[in-house]
């Protein structure tokens, strides 16, 4: 791929249009604004190599083109010590996960190893005082409810901003 380099790539699940904008807003209000180059999202992988390219973007095409739109919750919130991020539950997302983690074993980082934590960080990076005062100030306001991820995404990394190399669409009718 053209001006790839060995940026590794990042795989994100893609949250619905409504959610997405409201915890971008959440985001923008409380991250800290020198760090914050980005838009709410769900990571699912912090770095596959930039070799896999090709391969993700076939991969994940057949994925998309196999599952519908997974079924999620929004838990409430989730301290990070540092910061604050909206839980998310989702098994039919982490076995979705699972399988594809599976497709690029051997070629995970460790951190990538591991079953992540579905959520949403919208504060990171602040003083364990700054990030109970948020946490008190939004109790009650994440309201539980459910939801369906839209599909996935793949993007480089570039030291702060990603660069967004292809959305999927969940197209099919299976499930994780």
């Given at each position: 791929m053209s001006g790839a380099?060995?940026?590794p790539l990042i795989a994100t699940a893609l949250l619905p249009r409504d959610l997405q904008a409201r915890f971008t807003a959440l985001r923008t209000e409380h991250f800290p604004p020198e760090r914050n180059y980005l838009e709410a999202h769900v990571t699912l992988f912090h770095a596959l190599p930039a070799m896999c390219e090709g391969e993700a973007l076939t991969y994940l095409k057949r994925v998309a083109g196999e599952f519908a739109p997974v079924d999620a919750w929004v838990e409430g919130l989730m301290p990070l010590g540092g910061g604050?991020?909206?839980k998310l539950s989702s098994p039919d997302m982490l076995a979705l996960r699972e399988m594809i983690a599976d497709h690029f074993r051997g070629m995970l980082t460790?951190?990538?190893q591991h079953r992540p934590r579905l959520h949403v960080?919208?504060?990171?990076?602040?003083?364990?005082?700054?990030?109970?005062?948020?946490?008190?100030?939004?109790?009650?306001?994440?309201?539980?409810?459910?939801?369906?991820?839209?599909?996935?995404?793949?993007?480089?990394?570039?030291?702060?901003?990603?660069?967004?190399?292809?959305e999927f669409a969940f197209r099919g009718r299976g499930t994780a």
């Amino acid at each position: 791929m053209s001006g790839a380099g060995d940026a590794p790539l990042i795989a994100t699940a893609l949250l619905p249009r409504d959610l997405q904008a409201r915890f971008t807003a959440l985001r923008t209000e409380h991250f800290p604004p020198e760090r914050n180059y980005l838009e709410a999202h769900v990571t699912l992988f912090h770095a596959l190599p930039a070799m896999c390219e090709g391969e993700a973007l076939t991969y994940l095409k057949r994925v998309a083109g196999e599952f519908a739109p997974v079924d999620a919750w929004v838990e409430g919130l989730m301290p990070l010590g540092g910061g604050t991020a909206i839980k998310l539950s989702s098994p039919d997302m982490l076995a979705l996960r699972e399988m594809i983690a599976d497709h690029f074993r051997g070629m995970l980082t460790q951190q990538d190893q591991h079953r992540p934590r579905l959520h949403v960080t919208i504060q990171n990076k602040v003083s364990g005082k700054e990030a109970k005062a948020l946490q008190a100030a939004l109790a009650g306001t994440i309201d539980p409810h459910p939801f369906s991820f839209r599909g996935l995404a793949l993007h480089r990394y570039r030291g702060g901003p990603w660069e967004m190399i292809k959305e999927f669409a969940f197209r099919g009718r299976g499930t994780a």
